[in-house]
C-alpha cells in the first residue's frame, strides 16, 4: 500500500509563506495525478491544488495566485508552496492521489498549517 508522510506545516503570521512537502512510497507521484487537500476543525476536506502526470496543475480559487504546486518525480515527492497565508488558510494539509479513490487511497498523518498573528 502506498504511503504519503506530509511535512512542512507550522505556525505563521498573516502574509507569511511555508513550503509543504508530501514524501511518497513507490512511484505514484510520477504515474498519477497528485493533490493536496486541506481540512479545517468543522469542515470538509477539500482539493486545494492539483498536478497531473505531465505537471499540469490547477487550484482551487481561493488559493489562486497565492499557491503553488510541484514535483519531484526523482524523489517522489509533492510540495505545496504557499505565499501570502490568511488565517482562513489554516488547516490539517494532506496529499493523495487525484482523485481519491475509496478502498484504493489511504490518507497520510497530514501537517497542520496555523496562520495567526
Known amino acids: 500500500q502506498v504511503q504519503l508522510v506530509e511535512s512542512g506545516g507550522g505556525l505563521v503570521q498573516p502574509g507569511g509563506s511555508l513550503r509543504l512537502s508530501c514524501a511518497a512510497s513507490?512511484?505514484?507521484?510520477?504515474?498519477?495525478?497528485m493533490g493536496w487537500y486541506r481540512q479545517a476543525p468543522g469542515k470538509q476536506r477539500e482539493l486545494v491544488a492539483s498536478i497531473s502526470s505531465g505537471g499540469s496543475t490547477n487550484y482551487a480559487d481561493s488559493v489562486k495566485g497565492r499557491f503553488t504546486i510541484s514535483k519531484d518525480n526523482a524523489k517522489n515527492t509533492v510540495y505545496l508552496q504557499m505565499n501570502g497565508l490568511k488565517p482562513e488558510d489554516a488547516a490539517v494539509y494532506y496529499c493523495?492521489?487525484?482523485?481519491?479513490?475509496?478502498?484504493?487511497?489511504?490518507w497520510g498523518q497530514g501537517t497542520q498549517v496555523t496562520v495567526s498573528s
Open positions: 513507490g512511484s505514484i507521484i510520477k504515474g498519477y495525478p
Open positions: 493523495n492521489r487525484y482523485p481519491v479513490v475509496l478502498h484504493r487511497d489511504s
